[in-house]
């Protein structure tokens, strides 16, 4: 018998207790073989989540969307209506749009002044969780896959990866919202249910799931490199401008003033649109591809959609609106990063230092 149980494997005493410096009272696992690094790891996972205050990150992010999309709302409209050609007007006939003022004119014209931020509360519905994702995931993405402990500078490949993944993360969450908002943005018949719920209501209604992700494939093409540049390219331009010295807050040498951090956004949101900007085309018109005003045998895909665009006008259509997007585009990535990285510190401090916080 003592052979036998000495032939026989030896059984592992694995324990589950609570660990009372977790939060919430986590459950941490406690195993006696040395060798199986994997579940020791977990409580301290356990605990740098807890220490990053992934709430904050939260918080910074949807205030940072909401916040940056409200500022550029009629530029983020006027540009979708470019992308689609004008498609929809009150009489039915499509009608394009030639220039920027143009646009506005006829934007006030059908609308009135609150018509430049048709469709804002549905873009900032869908905008609050998907900027609050985006920058949380980023981070996390960050510390996943390349260790990033906010001690360590990752290089600008590592920033696109982590952005694109972060990116292709919130896109897919929200996409929903996004196909709503755009859908309203362009139509002037009153063909689209005005609120959030019967607007989804209608798409899963008439189209199924897959009617409420279309689209999805372009947008997925080009927000992943549009995020993941954004970022790389303003962690670059940030941390040269405190190489050189530029642009520091006089209050804290260490960090760059609000101002100087919209213009690196700015110029990193001009950078990642330059190259996503095609595919952004092709998923608006994708989008609203089944309104009435498209007629039958509209395109319903990427490539078909994208070789009517480029049949009709040549490859520079695939570019309509870029001009407004660049002045839409700069700035809200610009507020954007901007807000986030002030609303995040306030509530770090908040969170490290509640009377200090308040006496500030």
Not at 267 to 275: F, K, P, Q, Y
Request: with cysteine; charged share 25%.
């Amino acid at each position: 018998m003592e052979e036998d149980r000495q032939a026989s494997p030896q059984r592992r005493d694995t324990r589950v207790s609570f660990d009372p410096s977790l939060s919430g009272g986590d459950m941490a696992v406690d195993d006696d073989d040395d060798d199986d690094e994997g579940l020791d790891e977990v409580p301290e996972l356990i605990r740098t989540v807890r220490k990053e205050r992934w709430w904050a990150t939260l918080i910074a992010g949807g205030v940072a969307g909401a916040v940056s999309r409200t500022c550029v709302a009629p530029l983020e409209r006027m540009k979708i209506l470019f992308q689609v050609r004008g498609l929809s007007t009150k009489d039915g006939a499509p009608r394009r749009h030639l220039g920027v003022l143009e646009s506005l004119v006829n934007m006030y014209q059908k609308d009135g002044l609150l018509g430049f931020w048709k469709g804002n509360g549905l873009n900032c519905i869908r905008v609050v969780p998907s900027s609050a994702i985006q920058f949380s995931a980023y981070a996390l993405y960050k510390r996943l896959f390349f260790g990033d402990d906010g001690t360590v500078h990752l290089s600008s490949w590592q920033h696109v990866v982590a952005g694109g993944l972060a990116g292709a993360t919130s896109t897919t969450l929200t996409y929903p919202l996004d196909l709503i908002r755009a859908r309203r943005t362009v139509d002037f018949k009153g063909d689209v249910p005005t609120g959030l719920i019967s607007g989804l209501a209608h798409v899963f209604r008439h189209e199924g799931i897959a009617g409420a992700f279309r689209g999805i494939v372009p947008s997925l093409c080009g927000i992943v490199p549009y995020i993941g540049i954004d970022f790389a390219v303003y962690d670059l331009l940030k941390r040269s401008c405190r190489h050189r010295a530029w642009g520091l807050d006089p209050a804290n040498p260490h960090d760059l003033r609000p101002q100087t951090k919209v213009l690196c956004g700015a110029v990193a949101g001009v950078c990642g649109m330059t190259v996503a900007f095609p595919f952004d085309t092709a998923r608006r018109n994708l989008q609203v591809a089944t309104l009435k005003v498209r007629g039958e045998g509209y395109p319903t895909n990427m490539l078909q959609i994208m070789g009517s665009i480029v049949r009709e006008g040549g490859v520079l259509a695939l570019y309509r609106g870029l001009v407004p997007n660049y002045l839409k585009a700069g700035p809200s990535v610009g507020i954007s990063f901007a807000t986030f990285e002030y609303v995040k510190a306030r509530l770090d401090d908040l969170a490290a230092d509640p009377q200090g916080a308040q006496r500030r």
